[in-house]
């Protein structure tokens, strides 16, 4: 993720950090509810938002999270982490946080609506963008036959 340092408000500071916070948090509460326990093993999630997540992604008795649940917690994430980064996220850091391909990672920001740029003093990193406003595409009525 791309980090402002720069930042001189305090409430802004404290906000990004609870927003990170909570990042951190799903991914953490992904990895103890799928296969990859192991890396979660020792994190503590504060009870009230175990309760919350356990309610939002409906975790089975097995303790496994279903695939489109995983599919709708990774959605937060990547929302988050653009609300984060000023709607201008770079994938590899969250694909390596969410121990998932690059190529899942940008698919699913595709359909988030978010384009594609190159980064300027790299030249593998391509950035996430989400255009705002966002733009959707009109409805169209079908014409009823009489």
Do not use: W
């Not at 906000?15 to 948090?25: D, G, Q, V």
């Not at 009230?48 to 097995?62: C, D, G, P, W, Y």
């Not at 201008?88 to 190529?103: E, Q, R, Y």
């Not at 920001?109 to 733009?135: H, M």
């Amino acid at each position: 993720m791309i980090y402002c340092l720069c930042l001189q408000d305090e409430s802004e500071k404290r906000k990004l950090s609870c927003i990170f916070s909570y990042i951190n948090h799903l991914i953490k509460f992904k990895d103890q509810h799928s296969f990859d326990v192991f890396s979660a093993k020792g994190h503590r999630i504060p009870n009230i938002l175990r309760h919350k997540f356990t309610n939002m992604f409906a975790v089975s008795e097995l303790r496994r999270l279903p695939p489109e649940k995983i599919s709708l917690l990774v959605c937060y994430v990547l929302v988050l982490t653009l609300f984060a980064d000023d709607f201008l996220t770079d994938c590899i850091d969250i694909a390596k946080d969410l121990s998932m391909n690059i190529m899942a990672v940008r698919r699913v920001y595709e359909q988030l609506g978010c384009k594609f740029t190159r980064q300027k003093n790299t030249s593998n990193s391509y950035c996430a963008t989400l255009p705002v406003p966002l733009n959707f595409p009109e409805l169209r009525q079908k014409k009823r036959k009489r």
